[in-house]
């Protein structure tokens, strides 16, 4: 298929009997979930998926799904954007449908009236590829004082004890 922007429903069998990639780009707006997540906004999502049966027969859709999620650090509180590059590795079954045996890093998709929605299952990859609490790397903690009005102060700096130890080195 074509490069732009994803189509709302795929029919997941005919695809993978096709053997067929799909690919474009999903608007940030169509993803509800990641807005509660997010502060701001999260960038367009790229999307390329690749449907195909494997040697058992089993409907596989594997790919990639790329974006930036704008979220706040959960430990100083300043703006933190998350680059997320989730793979994914899913086998397709009807509702009802017999659940394949499948390797730990696959996952069972339900797919209902042979229509499957995409905007959901991407974004339910980016979700799961969020860290559970965002946090910068590296970034200095700041300290609220409620008793000086709300300001924040930096942590005060503790003595290391073992600097005693390298001033005997020294000498």
């Not at 474009?24 to 502060?39: D, K, M, P, T, Y």
């Not at 959960?74 to 017999?98: M, N, T, Y």
């Not at 042979?114 to 990859?125: F, M, S």
């Not at 590296?138 to 102060?153: E, I």
């Amino acid at each position: 298929m074509s490069r732009g922007s994803l189509p709302l429903y795929v029919e997941p069998f005919r695809l993978c009997d096709a053997n067929t990639r799909v690919s474009g780009n999903l608007v940030a707006a169509q993803l509800e979930r990641i807005s509660e997540f997010a502060v701001g906004t999260a960038d367009d999502v790229n999307v390329v998926l690749d449907f195909s049966r494997d040697a058992d027969g089993r409907n596989c859709i594997s790919g990639t799904v790329d974006t930036v999620v704008h979220t706040t650090c959960e430990r100083c509180l300043g703006a933190l954007d998350i680059p997320v590059h989730a793979k994914v590795s899913l086998v397709a079954i009807a509702v009802g449908g017999k659940v394949p045996e499948t390797e730990d890093d696959v996952d069972i998709v339900e797919v209902e009236d042979e229509r499957l929605a995409l905007a959901p299952l991407v974004e339910e990859e980016v979700l799961m590829a969020l860290p559970q609490y965002p946090v910068h790397e590296s970034c200095d903690m700041v300290a609220y004082d409620r008793a000086a009005g709300g300001a924040t102060v930096k942590p005060e700096q503790k003595a290391n004890p073992f600097d005693v130890l390298a001033k005997l080195k020294k000498d």
